[in-house]
């Protein structure tokens, strides 16, 4: 059972470069998230996706672009990596029943130079 | 919006120890609370839930947290902490009410257990 599984696990990136994280669960999950992890910060919602076809902002957007390219697949991409965005990215998906709790891929530490 | 704060953002206990980390809420409508556990490199992982019924909730590796409505709290706590039991701990709310934009989560506590 997979899960949710994110690639990839390391990236090193120098500014102004582009890329993009993968992220697919095999639960049948409508509801998909991209988090950053920083220190002291705990987690930030950049995007979410309730459903194949939509996506919403966070809680910090800026900088990121996301597709939701069918239900089982979210990713986030970087068009021009800044040192700011060095951090490590989380995909988590839900189920639909209100406030079900969320799943959370292996991570991707991304850091920027 | 809702929000979450852990009061520690550090901790170190020595092994068989009890320990009981903070989380107040403020959340405007139904309540559901979550604390995860992040060990060294790994993912978040769920460690217990509060959504209705007895506010002492008990979850995995011997974990449990009280919701106090009246105190806006719900506090992880274990009787007896293992070095294993070292890693970072998450509460976490709903973000808008229980829609589909996830969980807001509170900075998190760094907990380290000495033998």
């Known amino acids: 059972n997979a899960g949710v599984t994110q690639t990839p696990k390391f990236q090193v990136l120098k500014t102004g470069q582009s890329m993009t994280l993968q992220c697919a669960q095999d639960m049948n999950h409508n509801s998909m998230y991209w988090y950053r992890q920083d220190p002291g910060m705990g987690l930030r919602l950049i995007y979410y996706?309730?459903?194949?076809?939509?996506?919403d902002k966070g809680e910090v957007p800026n900088g990121y672009n996301v597709s939701r390219l069918n239900k089982r697949e979210f990713s986030l991409r970087l068009e021009s990596a800044a040192p700011s965005q060095t951090s490590v990215y989380f995909c988590?998906?839900?189920?639909?029943?209100?406030?079900?709790?969320?799943?959370f891929g292996n991570g991707t530490r991304l850091t920027v130079t | 919006a809702q929000s979450v704060s852990q009061h520690n953002h550090h901790v170190i206990l020595s092994e068989a120890a009890s320990l009981e980390l903070g989380c107040n809420y403020s959340?405007?409508?139904?309540?559901?609370l979550f604390w995860y556990v992040q060990y060294p490199g790994q993912h978040l992982q769920l460690l217990l839930k509060y959504f209705s019924g007895d506010p002492l909730v008990k979850g995995i590796k011997g974990f449990e947290a009280e919701f106090i409505k009246s105190k806006f709290s719900f506090n992880l706590r274990k009787p007896s902490v293992q070095w294993s039991d070292t890693a970072e701990y998450f509460c976490?709310?709903?973000?808008?009410?229980?829609?589909?934009?996830?969980?807001?989560f509170g900075k998190g506590t760094h907990l380290i257990i000495q033998p």
């Open positions: 959340y405007g409508g139904t309540v559901n």
């Open positions: 996706s309730a459903s194949e076809g939509t996506t």
């Open positions: 988590a998906s839900s189920g639909d029943r209100r406030n079900s709790p969320l799943h």
């Open positions: 976490a709310v709903p973000s808008r009410g229980g829609g589909a934009d996830g969980l807001t």
